[in-house]
């Protein structure tokens, strides 16, 4: 095995792990899956719903979106190494 992709291999570890937690430190949504396919998803729009993006739970939502993403990038990396 090469040293980079013991190195990948180990920052993938690291990142899985990293996602996990940060999924499970999010809020659990009641609307569920079902209830965004419906278009139920969207029918509170309070200041809270509008102003999400600025929390800190919407800071950890779009983190874990970006960490997701980088994760796939780094899996098929991995691949190809």
Not at 18 to 42: D, E, F, T, Y
Not at 49 to 68: C, F, H, Q, V
Not at 71 to 80: E, S, T
């Amino acid at each position: 095995m090469s040293a980079l992709f013991i190195i990948l291999s180990i920052v993938f570890i690291l990142g899985c792990f990293g996602l996990v937690g940060a999924i499970l430190l999010q809020k659990k949504r009641s609307a569920g899956g079902m209830g965004s396919i419906a278009g139920m998803g969207n029918v509170a729009d309070s200041y809270w719903d509008k102003n999400k993006r600025r929390s800190a739970e919407g800071t950890l939502e779009n983190w874990t979106k970006i960490g997701a993403v980088l994760l796939a990038i780094l899996a098929v990396l991995l691949c190809i190494v």
